[in-house]
């Protein structure tokens, strides 16, 4: 790789899934850090695409439609629609924004994968997979339901089961269904190609493009080299479905391309598409000898795509981190035309209000009612989201905070600043840029300006050096630093008092804050656009570029300044309260009507005999830890008078391990053991649970001795 300063800049943002609407936790994740970082490198001069579009294939798309009784066009139709327009409204400043469904991505997508094909790089392997005989096609693992092995859940899908977080395969589900007809699926034979992903780690040129993770977010080598460390597997690149790429060769008649082979090929779609449209738009401009046509040729695909010259940069969440640091580049790098990833910044989650963000569920802040009930105020939900960015670990939006972080850093730092030095060069110097005509003699005041200015300036400094690494809440953090250096130094100096006795010097200081102001709207344009953009048209200075960003004099003496806004509304406690309101009312909806439902239906009758069956026993929790690597399950040690076993359980969400210590819980003891994540369960605790998300350990209510039968 060119480790010199790259040529261009390609940024892409991960592709949306379009089967709901944009909420504020997709922004944290990736739309909103990919666009202030775009924006920074656009304002210095270097030339970016960003590029994003909506994500349209795959099963939950399939099951969206039916649920809602449409075809899955019309779903992707809404949602790209609704999502493009928020990212517009909302300020994301794509180059192009595309979809997985056009003529183009298909085209792109299947070149792709039959160039892999005639490669050689597939391995093509027939396995058994469930097959609905009424419906007469092969399902996807969403669309098998059944009975957990491991919790019982008779709602657990062919992939997952959501009650206790098991991972599963189709084959594991007890009594399996299928989603589509009811029936009960038959395994039958069918053939697909898979990505040989353990042999292509081996490569060298993988073992090569990993090194790359030295300098990259802990968050994602932690990820990464956990998945290396356990060895890849190959993975399906196609699959039964009708809706998708359909897989361009012979013998795979009703097979399409795996959603996460299309979806980042969609990056290289989209350039195609803005590149054709920059062209012509350019063939227009400078057709003909018109004098003002100008403006650089747009680069050529192959400047973007292949040229190491390039920087290619993955905006992504912390869900999709496998997929663009190592499936992706596998992909890329064995096709052979095309540049690696030079950076993948991934953040973590933002969750809301005390509860993890869910579309399902409806729980969460949705960017285009966002835009509806809080007009105008873009950038104040921008920096909120920037100020608690999930940039190292999970993070948390409540309303509240939003209210006090804008009403306390926006409103009385930023907007109140502007505010009193437009105010007073209006009433001083009846709105233009005053003339210095003595320097500051005052100790004093010369001590006040010296600390303000060198504040400012390594405030700054800094504000670059975290833009540069992509650290941008501590970014933005810097960026409020120089408004409230510019606050403190009219603090300090009182020119509404010292304007009485000393109208020379109030000249320096209103001279020194417009400067600070002129600083602040350029500092603003990644962060906040919105307000750069007024904060320009209030100092009369449209024109202000970065590049002058540390200069001492950028607004020149004598200049007419603009007129005057207010920056920031105060948010008020009827709007918080409003918005809390919304949820509180979702968070009954959700208890009173509860989706999909396994509370209110009985499961077959079963015989005492059926009952007489099961082994329950008391037992006692003596020690309990996190599995590595697994989010929701936690290991215990279990006594059980006669013996001590080991269970896994998926509770590590509702249970700190240290909480269970010595807890007396009741133990199915004769469940055939089973191995998870490499460890042997050797049981089962029993847990009374509901669908939203709560799961509990049921003991007995009494101290009893471990071991005792419960019957
Ligand atoms: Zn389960």
């Known amino acids: 790789m060119n480790n010199s300063e790259p040529k261009r800049y390609l940024v892409t943002a991960a592709l949306p899934y379009a089967n709901g609407p944009v909420h504020i936790g997709h922004l944290a994740g990736c739309y909103l850090p990919a666009d202030i970082y775009v924006r920074y490198l656009k304002a210095q001069g270097k030339e970016v695409l960003f590029i994003c579009g909506s994500d349209e294939h795959g099963v939950p798309i399939t099951i969206k439609a039916k649920k809602e009784g449409i075809t899955p066009q019309q779903v992707v139709d809404k949602y790209d629609g609704i999502m493009k327009n928020a990212f517009k409204d909302f300020g994301i400043d794509f180059s192009y924004y595309g979809r997985t469904s056009s003529k183009t991505h298909h085209d792109t997508a299947q070149e792709f994968f ?72 038959v395994l039958k034979e069918t053939k697909n190609w898979f990505l040989p992903m353990g042999d292509i780690q081996q490569s060298d040129e993988f073992q090569e493009y990993i090194k790359r993770f030295e300098g990259w977010k802990s968050n994602i080598k932690g990820q990464c080299s956990s998945w290396l460390t356990e060895g890849l597997q190959p993975r399906a ?43 012509s738009n350019w063939q227009l401009a400078n057709t003909g000898d018109r004098p003002e046509a100008s403006g650089q040729k747009p680069a050529a695909f192959e400047d973007w795509w292949q040229n190491d010259e390039t920087a290619l940069i993955h905006f992504i969440g912390k869900d999709n981190i496998v997929f663009h640091a190592i499936i992706f580049p596998m992909m890329l790098m064995t096709h052979g035309k095309f540049i690696l990833p030079t950076n993948v ?91 210095i005509t003595s320097a500051l003699t005052d100790e004093r005041l010369l001590t006040c300006r010296q600390t303000c200015l060198d504040s400012i300036a390594q405030s700054l400094h800094a504000m670059r050096e975290d833009l540069d690494a992509v650290k941008l809440r501590d970014a933005q953090a810097e960026f409020i630093n120089v408004a409230r250096a510019g606050n403190k130094y009219l603090a300090d100096t009182e020119p509404w008092k010292l304007i009485k006795t000393d ?99 009985v499961k077959a009758d079963i015989t005492y005999e059926d009952f007489e069956k099961l082994d329950l026993r008391v037992g006692k929790v003596l020690e309990a830890e996190k599995v590595p690597k697994a989010d929701k399950l936690l290991k215990l040690i279990v006594d059980l008078g006669f013996e001590k076993r080991t269970i896994l359980s998926g509770i590590a969400e509702y249970y700190q391990p240290e909480e269970l210590v010595g807890k007396l819980v009741t133990v199915v003891a004769n469940l055939a053991p089973r191995k998870i994540r490499g460890i042997e369960s050797q049981g089962m605790l029993l847990m009374a649970g509901n669908d939203f998300g709560k799961l509990y350990s049921v003991g007995p209510e009494k101290d009893i001795e471990v071991g005792s039968v419960v019957k």
């Open 114 to 185: 039959r160039t892999l094909y005639d490669k050689g790089v597939f391995k093509e392997e027939i396995t058994k997979q469930y097959y609905d005989e009424e419906a007469k096609q092969f399902l996807a693992d969403r669309y098998i339901t059944g009975t957990c092995p491991r919790c019982g859940n008779p709602n657990a899908y062919g992939d997952q089961c959501e009650k206790c977080g098991t991972t599963l395969s189709p084959t594991d589900l007890i009594n399996p269904k299928s989603a589509l007809s009811g029936a009960t699926p």
């Open 237 to 279: 690149m196609t699959r039964d479905l009708d809706w998708g790429v359909p897989v361009p060769i012979d013998g795979a008649d009703g097979k399409v391309l795996y959603v996460w082979f299309d979806a980042p090929i969609g990056y290289i779609s989209a350039t195609k598409e803005y590149l054709q449209l920059a062209a």
């Open 345 to 435: 910044p991934a953040n973590e989650f933002l969750n809301l209000e005390g509860d993890k963000i869910s579309t399902s569920r409806n729980w969460a802040v949705w960017l285009h009612e966002y835009l509806v009930d809080f007009p105008n105020r873009q950038d104040e939900l921008r920096y909120v989201l920037t100020s608690i960015a999930p940039e190292t670990k999970d993070s948390e939006f409540t309303w509240k905070d939003y209210q006090t972080r804008v009403n306390s850093e926006l409103v009385s730092i930023f907007g109140n600043f502007v505010n009193r030095v437009l105010v007073l060069s209006n009433k001083f110097y009846e709105g233009k840029i005053p003339a």
């Open 503 to 601: 109208a020379e010097s109030v000249k320096q200081i209103m001279f020194d804050a417009l400067q600070i102001c002129a600083k602040l709207a350029i500092a603003a344009e990644p962060f906040l656009p919105h307000t750069a953009t007024k904060l320009k048209a209030m100092l009369a200075a449209n024109d202000l570029h970065w590049s002058s960003l540390f200069n001492e004099n950028i607004l020149k003496e004598n200049r007419q300044l603009g007129t005057a806004e207010i920056l920031y509304k105060q948010v008020e406690d009827e709007e918080i309260l409003k918005q809390l309101t919304r949820l509180e009312n979702i968070k009954i909806a959700n208890i009173q009507q509860p989706e999909a439902s396994s509370l209110n239906e």
